[in-house]
């Protein structure tokens, strides 16, 4: 067993324990935390694949901002232990069933892939030289074309979030 | 990929074209008549809202169709089997789509017949709509320029195309202008016939894919020489696919049940509409596209498209018999009358298929007037029920011996133009099979059962609601809508040599394939 | 060594945690994180496939991909508020006013 | 080569008249529209009786194209007229007999509201007959068959409001469609073999055909058809069923056309079809069996009729069963005899019953008559003649023909004979009845002038009242005393050889009927019998000739038989009838009613008919069936459509479910494309 | 943080030549200029915005938006001149991107049309709404153009972002909201599927541009991942553009969302979704995906049809008749390249336009907070409000597939593509639901004309840029059913480009053992 795998190992039972954690805790911040640490150890894989910058990003962005953002708003509407209601079984009797087995096919075809590849530690690195050398040649314009996208994505918040009263008060 | 734009346009006919009258206004008179109408419609649609001046304009544009239609009669040669005043352009260029039209012996009468009964259309319905007057005229008069373009397609795209049109005008003149049951008669009338046709569509897309091309003629001549090499596996669910379709429009047993609801709730334009031309179009298209494309289907087929014609014509007639309704018996008379279209069509012989087409036009005047008359009767007491009338001969002579003589000629009295008609389609069907011939002169017997009955109930005996005592007889100008009807059925039982000359040959060439069919039968 | 196949099995079973927590949870808020989820599956399977390829255009795509991640979120946790508003609820289960 | 008769301008003459007082009448007076009804049919009949003069001149059958009808292919049928010897004494019989009716109608129908339209349907009547009798194809022909039908139609039910003449012409109609259906087929059959329906080319092809002996072939089928359409149009068994209702019309229209000539079309056209039925045995067999049932069942009902109009009515169908009987027995010629002498006095015996009625202002029951010798003599004297022409008293037209006929058919079979000569003592028997109660005896009925009130409609002279027992006007006497005169001497025309004559209307008809029988023709057979008896007439064996007087005799003392018991029950003691009928007493009912043949046709067709049709077909297929499955197709999608709403939960986690789900399906098939 | 993004985008772009060994040229900022265009007139309005009075701001914005959606249009004229790719392979200009660059465009200018008056009546912010709609616009044309799955991801988030947006735009309503959760929901899940598929693709290729990863697909045998990835990405397409299984969310989505929203989202992005899919089937050509359209095709079809059937809400209705549409569009995908593509490219044309017309008379009549949308409101407008009930009615035809209307040629080509590629099966399914669907439409047109009206339903006179706006359906739906040749052809040439470059060797056409007449 390599160090390499180890290491593989013990961020991905962080991994799988986050994810087990966020579908069984109740209460959604309990839910933020566990998906922080799947994020955080998903940055440790992004490490030991190389990817450097990205696993930066990873905790930067995603475990920082974006989760931030979720705590910020859970706790903004102060959202309480959910409660078990059955609203649906078609989820359950179907949509977890099919899912479980498309996992198991999933697993099927990756397994008969790539069961002899093997990556090493810091296969690809990725430095943020040549990263940035990519987006700002290869994808520079899906690139420009984020800020359109985040943009919207401003405006939709802004849109969505102000309180509606703002102008409804001319509604008779 | 392209699809059709390379295949097709080879046109064999129109190299030797040259016996046929090629002059300007012959090339244009079809597509005048087609569109006069539909001209007028749209003229109408920005008159101001003066009934009287909308009524003036849709008659003087229905007559101004029926005297250009009268040109295709006076000038057509009789001899010839082509099409004739044939207009070929072009149209959609991918796929290959003409705007083919012509006329032969048997499309001939079918357009004069719509134009003639279109301005009685307007006539009868000049003080019966009042309300929506200029929404009805438009339809009637789309409705027309559809029906015509039915009968004068000759690219199977451009059929198909005014076959789908006809169903909007006649749908909503059923759904608003009609009686209490309206909507769902007109819906009825309208998804029956919509889902029926779709069938057609996809045989016609399947013709066109495998041929390149919708052009009837184009599509015949491949199909006769064996160029396709998929069709004979093909065929028959080619076959059925039109004729579900025209069955449903004819409407062949059993295949009915909308005929019935869509008549009695339709005005009485439409239903004479509805009876007169567009149930013609389910058996125009059998005698034109499943005989004159799948000859070999057609026979083999046609035993149980026989038995089907037949049992609609017993049927019809009976279930016409205990109909305690005006319109509703004249529908299922409808019904049985059709069947021995059907019948005459598949009878394959020269008797039978004269016979058939004769049937069509003699039905289309005679039940057209019946149904005009019922009408009259329904502006005067609101209701077609039998039991509401009786002995209404004392009060109005007129209408009853106008009622009497196109009832005659609906129960195919000699003389009449309901005799000719029936009397060769029986004879052709004889010669095919006696059985059938047999079987259908009982209709002989039914008809006159059920009309005279009706007519009895309601016109002989005493006036037994008072409300009837009061009915005035017909006015000049509901005479001026009847007579025609009448004058019509008489002419053409008296001289159908008239007709006949021209749908003869055209009878004729339709049937040549079956005589080659049939000896290659008999080869085997 | 350790084969891309326990990777793309970490990554496959994340988007399948991620799936079912879609599936199961009643909390918006938590669906959405399990949409997160999702995407964090996916992110894994492109830098495993770029380490795989040598290709560095699949750690790219994982910038892009938390780029709309933000933008969804934004976006996302809006709209949650939003419903939160109007419907004082964030049982999924009890937003249902539009349906049949 | 002959010259233009032309002839259609004797149907078109009426057919003129018809328009005229149809679309005018009604604005014009009474004195016009008689005088167009009597001019065009009186031109017509001018217009016949100048053929006949010319007749002689001409090489017949004389063959006239008028115009083109109906053109199919190789097949055509044309506006032609086909003159012979045979429709020549039927255009005589037509056009005069009509004529003189239309002169009796001017009387009879004077009253009447709708007076043009009387007239116009009476032209409109003789068009169509002429038309059938003048025709030169069977459709031509069959043109008239379906217009005399239409005709007859319009005038049994010319007082349409009253529900029972509407009945009775619409049920006339319709029975004769039945008929109609066998005719329509048996052309069918002649077009499909022959190719044609022209007589000259129809019978040109038959006419090498030998006689079908060996079993029932081509022609037997198409005489048997043929026959069916005569059984409708000419009342016969089992199609007679409408001829008695057709009473209800007018009286001046059951003495033309349901005595005179339309029934007698079927008789007509059989014999026109000869050269068919003598090639077809067994078909000629079923005319005579048909028409001799016919001639005594109708006769044994005519006994307990009280309809005055009735029991002629039931004669006319008997009397037409012995035409037929006569044809069948090859005896056409005979047919035809008889066809002609009995328009003569049976059209003379309906318009004196319209006198009768007339007279008694509109009452038809004989039970409410009698004693009115004195009252109305014209009338009793031309009623006389009539009566004793039918008995077959010896001398008087009927004698002349039913002798023929019967003697003719005892050549073919001696049961024949025996129910002819049965059926003739019936005959005298009734008809002296009706003779004894009408005008013997004491007036039995109400005072006219009271009569009105009631069931009065019955007649035009119901509507006015002239009060008392009055004689007929001249204009309806002198059609009587014509007619009479005919039914005395009309059967000098044809006074066969036993009796010294020497069958003058035989040997004019000869170029009709004779030489045209199969080449083949002496072995066994009905048509046998007639043709050889011709060629050997000259120098007639003298023992035929006493035999045959025998059976005149025979025939004769049967009749004063009949007259005797009719005068003995009706006249002497008339309280015997009822003990009679008493003691006959199912039978009687039996007989009174018809032997229930109107129900019994009610029960087995009409009623499960129109039942069936109500609730098995219309009620029962048409919307229990085929409407309910389109409709529960369409209810069936719409609740389909409900049901895969529910797919729409409104769950944003169902959807999510479906779309997992979704996928699932989607990758495993997808899996499984690779792997495959 | 608005600002700072603002700013610090174009300074990237200042400063990325320097880091690039080549700069773009002018050509790839002219192939993609109708979305600079487009985007910069999104910011105008955006800028504008609180600039202006409240009351003017709504027509002023309206009309820059509009004239922002017609110089797009006039770009894309100008793109079309130069065809070719652009920005290292990752988009490209052909008359492919060309005819939806123009279809989208023309949608959202025809929305913004028909939005002044839903505007003003429904008391929506203005700049948002219009600079949302143009953005929106923004990454829909992208879609059509991209061939570099990285971009067609983030175009896809775009439109998908800007439409959840849009749809819960009625502030007021909690349907609105609720519309816009569940489209933000399932669509970011159905993303998250369509991004593990791309995920997967690259990691069987080894590439994310399209026409890499076709050659690389073709040059080997194609690796099980692929189908696998492909599976995933139908599974997020197929969602874009409601197709069963896939379409659940697209009623109650269709419900609550404004109406010109609605209008929009069934055409603009699904047009540039199927122009994806359509990318995506003929480049990257696995064996199968035949089927899964197939099987989608009918079940769309079907479904959509029947569960149209007994809809009261005509918002609704139209969203079931929307999932049918679908399923006719994928018939087209199903059949043989070539003929599919140009059929499916016009349907699309001629469904914009009819479902655009549709939507405007519905948005119209909805009025104030959309009261008027039930097929009751409907009864006797053909009587109160004539033209109006007539422009509907003939939108509805086209929508049935009625003669003289875009829709005939539509579904006519869809199913003559069909037919020629022998899926007869597939071909009577389809003509056998335009058949069942003629219903649900013909019953609005029952409720205008047949019947008298029960409620009091309040009519409008019609604004002038809501008549442009249904003139200019009507005159396309009108145009494309009687002169359907010229956009046929411009399809089918496109087409051709399309598959030519996509595969050199046509791909193997579908089994024969579909065919009834070869049974």
């Known amino acids: 067993m390599s160090f390499h795998l180890i290491l593989f190992l013990a961020f991905g039972a962080v991994c799988v324990g986050g994810a087990v954690n966020l579908l069984a805790q109740r209460h959604p911040i309990n839910s933020a935390l566990s998906l922080i640490a799947v994020m955080a150890a998903l940055a440790g894989e992004y490490l030991l694949l190389g990817a450097e910058f990205v696993a930066a990003v990873q905790v930067i962005v995603y475990a920082g901002a974006i989760m931030v953002l979720f705590v910020f708003v859970i706790m903004l509407l102060n959202a309480g232990e959910e409660e078990e209601t059955k609203g649906s079984r078609i989820a359950i009797l179907i949509g977890v069933p099919g899912m479980l087995i498309a996992s198991v096919l999933m697993a099927w075809v990756v397994l008969r892939r790539s069961g002899t590849e093997s990556v090493e530690i810091g296969a690809l690195p990725g430095p943020p030289t040549d990263i940035a050398q990519l987006l700002f040649h290869n994808f520079l314009l899906p690139f420009e074309v984020t800020s359109v996208l985040i943009l919207i994505a401003i405006m939709g918040a802004v849109v969505l979030a102000s309180k509606p009263e703002s102008r409804s008060g001319k509604v008779d | 990929m392209g699809g059709g734009g390379l295949g097709g346009s080879d046109r064999i006919h129109d190299l030797d074209g040259s016996a046929m009258n090629t002059d300007g206004f012959s090339s244009i008179i079809l597509s005048l008549v087609t569109f006069a109408p539909l001209a007028g419609g749209v003229l109408l649609m920005f008159f101001p809202r003066r009934d009287r001046d909308i009524r003036i304009f849709a008659l003087v544009i229905s007559l101004l169709t029926f005297v250009l239609s009268l040109h295709l009669p006076v000038h057509f040669q009789r001899s010839q089997t082509d099409f004739q005043y044939e207009i070929d352009r072009q149209w959609v260029s991918t796929p290959n789509i003409h705007y083919h039209m012509g006329v032969d012996g048997i499309s001939l009468w079918l357009v004069v017949l719509t134009t003639f009964l279109t301005p009685l259309c307007v006539l009868i319905s000049w003080t019966s709509i009042h309300e929506r007057v200029k929404e009805f005229f438009i339809l009637l008069l789309i409705l027309e320029t559809a029906l015509i373009g039915v009968f004068t397609s000759l690219d199977l795209f451009l059929f198909y195309f005014f076959w789908e049109a006809t169903l909007i005008p006649m749908a909503l003149l059923i759904g608003i202008?009609?009686?209490?049951?309206?909507?769902?008669?007109?819906?009825?009338?309208?998804?029956?016939?919509?889902?029926?046709?779709?069938?057609?569509?996809?045989?016609?897309?399947?013709?066109?894919?495998?041929?390149?091309?919708?052009?009837?003629?184009?599509?015949?001549?491949?199909?006769?020489?064996?160029?396709?090499?998929?069709?004979?596996?093909?065929?028959?669910?080619?076959?059925?696919?039109?004729?579900?379709?025209?069955?449903?429009?004819?409407?062949?047993?059993?295949?009915?049940?909308?005929?019935?609801?869509?008549?009695?709730?339709?005005?009485?334009?439409?239903?004479?509409?509805?009876?007169?031309?567009?149930?013609?179009?389910?058996?125009?298209?059998?005698?034109?596209?499943?005989?004159?494309?799948?000859?070999?289907?057609?026979?083999?087929?046609?035993?149980?498209?026989?038995?089907?014609?037949?049992?609609?014509?017993?049927?019809?007639?009976?279930?016409?018999?205990?109909?305690?309704?005006?319109?509703?018996?004249?529908?299922?008379?409808?019904?049985?009358?059709?069947?021995?279209?059907?019948?005459?069509?598949?009878?394959?012989?020269?008797?039978?298929?004269?016979?058939?087409?004769?049937?069509?036009?003699?039905?289309?005047?005679?039940?057209?007037?019946?149904?005009?008359?019922?009408?009259?009767?329904?502006?005067?007491?609101?209701?077609?029920?039998?039991?509401?009338?009786?002995?209404?001969?004392?009060?109005?002579?007129?209408?009853a011996s106008s009622f009497l003589i196109i009832l005659l000629a609906s129960a195919g009295l000699p003389l009449l133009n309901g005799f000719i008609g029936e009397f060769l389609v029986l004879s052709g069907s004889f010669q095919a099979k006696a059985v059938y011939g047999i079987l259908a002169a009982t209709g002989v017997i039914w008809s006159a059962a059920y009309l005279l009955w009706m007519y009895q109930r309601v016109f002989y005996g005493k006036v037994t609601h008072s409300a009837n005592n009061s009915l005035s007889d017909l006015t000049a100008f509901e005479k001026i809508a009847i007579w025609p009807c009448a004058a019509a059925a008489v002419v053409m039982g008296v001289a159908p040599i008239v007709w006949l000359g021209a749908i003869d040959p055209a009878v004729q060439a339709a049937l040549t394939p079956f005589t080659r069919v049939a000896s290659k039968m008999v080869g085997q | 060594m350790v084969p891309l196949s326990y990777y793309l099995l970490l990554s496959g079973f994340l988007f399948a945690c991620g799936v079912v927590g879609f599936l199961i949870k009643r909390n918006i808020i938590t669906i959405f994180m399990s949409i997160e989820l999702m995407l964090n599956g996916v992110n894994l399977s492109f830098v495993a496939f770029a380490a795989h390829w040598h290709a560095l255009s699949g750690q790219v795509f994982v910038f892009f991909v938390m780029v709309v991640a933000a933008a969804e979120a934004a976006v996302g946790l809006a709209i949650i508020i939003s419903v939160y508003r109007t419907r004082e609820t964030l049982n999924v289960d009890q937003v249902n006013l539009l349906k049949l | 080569?002959?010259?233009?008769?032309?002839?259609?301008?004797?149907?078109?003459?009426?057919?003129?008249?018809?328009?005229?007082?149809?679309?005018?009448?009604?604005?014009?007076?009474?004195?016009?529209?008689?005088?167009?009804?009597?001019?065009?049919?009186?031109?017509?009949?001018?217009?016949?009786?100048?053929?006949a003069l010319r007749f002689s001149s001409l090489s017949l059958p004389y063959q006239e194209f008028f115009a083109h009808w109906i053109r199919s292919g190789s097949f055509s049928a044309d506006f032609a007229f086909y003159l012979d010897q045979l429709s020549l004494i039927m255009l005589l019989v037509v056009t005069g007999v009509g004529f003189l009716i239309h002169v009796y109608s001017v009387g009879y129908m004077w009253d009447d509201p709708s007076y043009y339209r009387f007239f116009s349907y009476l032209n409109l009547f003789m068009f169509f007959m002429l038309t059938l009798v003048l025709a030169g194809n069977y459709l031509l022909m069959f043109i008239g068959w379906e217009g005399v039908g239409l005709a007859s139609y319009l005038l049994i039910g010319f007082w349409f409001t009253k529900d029972s003449a509407a009945s009775a012409g619409k049920k006339a109609f319709i029975v004769n469609r039945i008929g109609d259906f066998g005719f329509l087929i048996a052309l069918f059959l002649l077009i499909e073999h022959f190719g044609s329906l022209n007589f000259d080319q129809?019978?040109?092809?038959?006419?090498?055909?030998?006689?079908?002996?060996?079993?029932?072939?081509?022609?037997?089928?198409?005489?048997?058809?043929?026959?069916?359409?005569?059984?409708?149009?000419?009342?016969?068994?089992?199609?007679?069923?409408?001829?008695?209702?057709?009473?209800?019309?007018?009286?001046?229209?059951?003495?033309?056309?349901?005595?005179?000539?339309?029934?007698?079309?079927?008789?007509?056209?059989?014999?026109?079809?000869?050269?068919?039925?003598?090639r077809a045995p067994i078909a000629l067999t079923v005319v005579a069996i048909i028409g001799t049932l016919t001639a005594f069942f109708a006769a044994t009902i005519g006994i307990a009729q009280t309809d005055i109009k009735k029991v002629l009515a039931y004669s006319t169908v008997s009397q037409l069963g012995y035409m037929f009987m006569a044809c069948g027995v090859g005896a056409f010629s005979a047919g035809i005899f008889h066809l002609m002498t009995h328009a003569f006095f049976k059209g003379l015996l309906f318009l004196a019953a319209g006198s009768v009625i007339h007279a008694v202002g509109g009452e038809q029951d004989m039970r409410k008559m009698g004693g009115l010798r004195e009252k109305i003599p014209w009338t009793f004297w031309t009623m006389t003649a009539g009566t004793l022409a039918i008995a077959g008293i010896p001398g008087l037209a009927g004698f002349f023909s039913k002798d023929e006929i019967l003697w003719r058919a005892y050549q073919a079979s001696w049961a024949y004979w025996l129910v002819g000569v049965v059926t003739a003592f019936i005959t005298s028997f009734y008809m002296f009845r009706l003779w004894f109660m009408t005008f013997f005896g004491k007036y039995r009925g109400e005072d006219v002038a009271h009569s009105q009130g009631g069931n009065s409609a019955h007649d035009a002279h119901g509507a006015h009242g002239h009060g008392g027992i009055h004689e007929s006007p001249r204009v309806m006497v002198i059609p009587l005393v014509i007619l009479a005169v005919l039914s005395v001497v009309g059967g000098y025309v044809g006074v066969p050889g036993s009796l010294g004559g020497n069958n003058r209307f035989d040997k004019?008809?000869?170029?009709?009927?004779?030489?045209?029988?199969?080449?083949?023709?002496?072995?066994?057979?009905?048509?046998?019998?007639?043709?050889?008896?011709?060629?050997?007439?000259?120098?007639?064996?003298?023992?035929?000739?006493?035999?045959?007087?025998?059976?005149?005799?025979?025939?004769?003392?049967?009749?004063?038989?009949?007259?005797?018991?009719?005068?003995?029950?009706?006249?002497?003691?008339?309280?015997?009838?009822?003990?009679?009928?008493?003691?006959?007493?199912?039978f009687y009912e039996a007989v009174v009613h018809k032997y229930y043949i109107d129900e019994l046709y009610a029960a087995v067709f009409?009623?499960?008919?129109?039942?069936?049709?109500?609730?098995?077909?219309?009620?029962?297929?048409?919307?229990?069936?085929?409407?309910?499955?389109?409709?529960?197709?369409?209810?069936?999608?719409?609740?389909?459509?409900?049901?895969?709403?529910?797919?729409?939960?409104?769950?944003?986690?169902?959807?999510?479910?479906?779309?997992?789900?979704?996928?699932?399906?989607?990758?495993?098939?997808?899996?499984?494309?690779?792997?495959? | 943080m608005t600002g700072a993004v603002m700013i610090a985008r174009p300074m990237f772009a200042i400063f990325a030549p320097t880091l690039s060994r080549t700069l773009p040229q002018s050509a790839d900022y002219v192939r993609i200029l109708p979305e600079i265009i487009l985007s910069i007139f999104g910011m105008i309005v955006m800028v504008l915005e609180p600039l202006l009075d409240e009351e003017k701001s709504q027509k002023v914005l309206g009309w820059i938006a509009l004239a922002g959606t017609l110089a797009g249009l006039a770009a894309t004229w100008l793109i079309a001149q130069y065809p070719g790719m652009a920005f290292w392979n990752t988009v490209q200009v052909d008359g492919f991107s060309v005819f939806f660059h123009v279809l989208v465009i023309a949608c959202a200018a025809i929305v913004i049309l028909t939005s002044y008056e839903y505007m003003a009546v429904q008391r929506i912010r203005a700049g948002e709404y219009y600079a949302l709609i143009l953005f929106g616009t923004v990454g829909i044309a992208l879609m059509s153009s991209a061939i570099e799955l990285v971009l067609i991801f983030i175009a896809l988030e775009i439109s998908s972002i800007s439409s959840y947006v849009l749809a819960g735009f009625r502030r007021h309503e909690a349907s609105s909201a609720e519309s816009s959760l569940k489209y933000f929901l399932l669509g970011s899940?159905?993303?998250?599927?369509?991004?593990?598929?791309?995920?997967?693709?690259?990691?069987?290729?080894?590439?994310?541009?399209?026409?890499?990863?076709?050659?690389?697909?073709?040059?080997?045998?194609?690796?099980?991942?692929?189908?696998?990835?492909?599976?995933?990405m139908f599974v997020g397409l197929g969602f874009k553009v409601a197709a069963s299984p896939f379409h659940i969310w697209t009623p109650d989505v269709y419900e609550g969302a404004p109406a010109p929203i609605v209008g929009f989202m069934s055409t603009a992005p699904k047009a540039a979704a199927f122009a994806v899919l359509l990318r995506i089937v003929f480049v990257v050509n696995v064996p199968g995906s035949f089927w899964l359209i197939w099987i989608s095709a009918a079940l769309s079809m079907t479904l959509g049809n029947v569960g149209a059937l007994v809809q009261d809400n005509v918002k609704r209705l139209l969203a079931y008749s929307s999932i049918a549409h679908a399923g006719y569009l994928l018939v087209a995908f199903a059949a043989a390249p070539a003929l599919g593509t140009s059929a499916a490219m016009f349907y699309t044309a001629a469904y914009a336009a009819m479902n655009l017309g549709a939507f405007a008379v519905v948005s119209h009549f909805a009025n104030a907070g959309e009261r008027y949308v039930t097929l009751e409101d409907y009864e006797g407008l053909g009587r109160s409000s004539p033209l109006l009930a007539a422009t509907l009615t003939i939108f509805l035809l086209s929508l049935i597939g009625i003669p003289m209307t875009g829709g005939f040629f539509a579904k006519f080509y869809v199913f003559s593509a069909a037919v020629k590629a022998n899926l007869i099966w597939l071909t009577i399914i389809g003509v056998l639901n335009s058949g069942v669907g003629a219903y649900y439409y013909l019953r609005i047109i029952v409720m205008m004309y047949m019947r008298e009206s029960r409620k009091e339903v309040p009519v409008i006179p019609i604004p002038f840029a809501l008549r442009v706006a249904i003139a200019s359906c009507m005159a396309v739906t009108i145009y494309l059913g009687i002169f359907p040749s010229g956009t046929l052809q411009y399809a089918q040439d496109s087409a051709q480009q399309l598959v030519r470059q996509a595969s050199p060797e046509v791909p193997a056409s579908p089994p024969v053992a579909t065919s009834p007449a070869s049974l």
């Open chain 2, 177 to 399: 202008f009609g009686h209490e049951r309206k909507v769902y008669a007109a819906v009825k009338f309208f998804m029956y016939t919509m889902i029926a046709s779709v069938f057609m569509l996809a045989a016609i897309l399947w013709l066109y894919a495998h041929t390149g091309s919708f052009d009837f003629v184009v599509i015949r001549d491949q199909i006769m020489r064996g160029a396709i090499p998929q069709f004979p596996a093909a065929a028959q669910w080619l076959f059925l696919g039109f004729f579900l379709a025209f069955a449903v429009k004819i409407p062949l047993f059993p295949f009915h049940t909308w005929l019935p609801d869509a008549h009695v709730e339709a005005p009485t334009a439409g239903s004479v509409l509805l009876a007169g031309v567009l149930l013609k179009m389910g058996t125009y298209g059998l005698l034109r596209f499943n005989l004159g494309l799948f000859p070999e289907q057609a026979r083999h087929n046609a035993w149980w498209v026989i038995t089907l014609a037949l049992i609609g014509i017993i049927y019809g007639a009976l279930v016409a018999m205990v109909q305690p309704n005006m319109k509703k018996l004249i529908a299922y008379s409808s019904v049985s009358h059709l069947g021995f279209v059907v019948l005459g069509i598949f009878s394959f012989t020269q008797a039978g298929l004269n016979g058939a087409m004769f049937v069509m036009l003699a039905h289309g005047i005679s039940t057209g007037g019946l149904f005009m008359l019922a009408g009259l009767l329904h502006e005067r007491r609101h209701t077609y029920e039998i039991s509401e009338f009786g002995g209404l001969a004392s009060p109005m002579p007129v209408y």
């Open chain 4, 1 to 51: 080569m002959n010259p233009n008769l032309n002839l259609w301008l004797i149907p078109i003459l009426p057919l003129a008249g018809a328009a005229i007082n149809g679309f005018m009448g009604k604005r014009s007076s009474r004195r016009a529209v008689t005088t167009v009804a009597l001019f065009f049919s009186g031109a017509a009949f001018a217009m016949a009786l100048l053929v």
């Open chain 4, 202 to 278: 129809v019978f040109g092809s038959v006419m090498p055909l030998s006689a079908e002996t060996a079993g029932a072939g081509l022609l037997t089928t198409i005489g048997i058809l043929l026959m069916v359409g005569a059984c409708g149009k000419s009342a016969q068994i089992p199609l007679y069923i409408w001829l008695p209702d057709a009473m209800e019309g007018p009286t001046p229209v059951s003495a033309l056309i349901h005595a005179a000539t339309m029934v007698t079309a079927g008789v007509y056209m059989v014999s026109r079809s000869h050269v068919i039925f003598e």
């Open chain 4, 508 to 586: 004019f008809l000869g170029p009709v009927f004779h030489g045209s029988a199969p080449a083949s023709g002496q072995h066994s057979g009905m048509g046998e019998k007639g043709a050889p008896e011709q060629e050997t007439e000259g120098p007639e064996p003298k023992t035929a000739a006493s035999t045959e007087l025998t059976f005149t005799a025979i025939s004769v003392f049967a009749a004063l038989l009949g007259l005797g018991l009719a005068w003995l029950l009706y006249y002497k003691r008339p309280e015997l009838p009822r003990k009679v009928a008493d003691s006959l007493d199912g």
């Open chain 4, 606 to 676: 009409v009623k499960p008919l129109i039942d069936g049709s109500t609730r098995i077909l219309w009620q029962g297929v048409d919307r229990n069936i085929i409407d309910a499955a389109v409709n529960d197709a369409g209810d069936g999608a719409k609740h389909i459509s409900d049901r895969a709403r529910h797919m729409q939960s409104g769950n944003i986690r169902s959807y999510a479910g479906w779309v997992a789900a979704g996928s699932a399906v989607v990758i495993a098939f997808m899996i499984w494309m690779g792997v495959r």
């Open chain 5, 189 to 232: 899940f159905a993303t998250a599927f369509f991004l593990y598929g791309v995920a997967l693709m690259f990691g069987a290729t080894g590439s994310t541009n399209i026409d890499q990863i076709s050659k690389t697909l073709q040059a080997g045998s194609i690796p099980l991942l692929a189908f696998v990835a492909v599976a995933f």
